[in-house]
């Protein structure tokens, strides 16, 4: 599996994530400039976390807008997977390849710790390793995770089974207690119609050794190895 | 000429920043204060005359970046 990392003025998980492909696949990943506009093909884009453009305007909205994003938003109409992590995630909504728009959180606070997640679907490109319903535990980083869209689209993503992952309780229930940020219906991720991209508030890429406090992040990234390899 | 773009978030889409400014505002001694919401001003300077031409071209910038339109309105005001 070929990858490519993209990295903005005020990208800081770029590495992380590098880290965690290369962990996987033996292969550093590429790692692209946002004022490129074109790059070398590959099996997989990743957009990654931290504060791209100082998160000026709002969050994702002028990363969403450069060079690179434009040929991005090409080849994932193409089919093109595309893996949107914390600011890429923002920014993949900003960009318009997945709906919704991500919020202040809640509480008005940076929340820095780990999560449980209720993996909604083994059926994609990005969770094929876990099982339906399974609670897998990462790290979030965020203060504008407060995932919201209209009853409209909510209805849609649910009915199209475009809800990746759920904050959820350790046991699993999905309730206030496991939420981080207010999001609604507890939403950490989400897919567009294809599920060829997949965006989530929380770092997989943060979770793929033990000696890092867990490894329940890995199995996504060996997912995506054996889709698309 | 110069332009005010003033952003704000929709109805019904929840602000917690507006309700904690309104909360301190009460403490503060301020009790009359109550729901408060907050946006963004943005002042432009621009290259153009026709105040047609000048709102269509604000119209899409507010589209494009200046504004998210799955949670904020926006309004623009021309001056000069």
Redesign the interface.
């Known amino acids: 599996m070929k990858a490519a990392v993209l990295v903005f003025p005020g990208s800081n998980r770029e590495g992380d994530v590098a880290q965690a492909i290369e962990l996987v696949t033996g292969r550093r990943p590429q790692m692209v400039w946002h004022g490129d506009g074109d790059f070398e093909k590959t099996d997989l884009i990743v957009v990654p976390g931290g504060f791209s453009y100082g998160d000026y305007?709002?969050c994702g909205?002028?990363a969403a807008?450069s060079p690179v994003m434009a040929e991005v938003k090409r080849r994932a109409q193409q089919g093109v997977p595309v893996l949107a992590i914390c600011n890429g995630f923002q920014i993949a909504?900003?960009a318009g390849l997945l709906p919704?728009?991500l919020?202040?959180?809640?509480?008005?606070k940076f929340v820095c710790h780990d999560v449980h997640l209720k993996v909604e679907t083994s059926q994609s490109l990005f969770t094929n390793r876990y099982q339906t319903g399974q609670v897998i535990r990462v790290p979030v980083a965020h203060a504008e995770g407060n995932y919201?869209?209209?009853a409209d689209t909510l209805k849609r993503l649910e009915d199209r089974g475009q809800v990746a992952f759920r904050y959820c309780a350790p046991d699993g229930t999905v309730d206030g207690s496991g939420n981080p940020n207010?999001s609604i219906d507890n939403i950490a991720g989400i897919f567009n119609e294809a599920k060829t991209v997949m965006g989530l508030m929380p770092h997989p890429e943060n979770a793929v050794e033990p000696m890092f406090g867990g490894c329940d992040g890995r199995a996504l990234f060996e997912g995506l190895v054996d889709a698309l390899t | 000429m110069k332009a005010r773009v003033h952003v704000t978030l929709k109805n019904g889409?929840?602000d917690?920043?507006g309700k904690?400014i309104g909360h301190s505002l009460n403490r503060l001694g301020f009790p009359e204060v109550g729901d408060v919401r907050q946006g963004?001003f943005i002042e432009l300077e621009l290259a153009e005359t026709d105040k047609g031409r000048a709102k269509e071209r604000l119209d899409e910038m507010c589209r494009?970046?200046?504004a998210?339109t799955?949670?904020e309105n926006y309004s623009i005001e021309l001056v000069g």
């Open positions: 305007l709002r909205a002028m807008q909504t900003e919704g728009v919020m202040r959180n809640a509480q008005l919201f869209a209209d207010g | 889409v929840l917690p920043q904690a963004k494009k970046l200046l998210n799955v949670i």
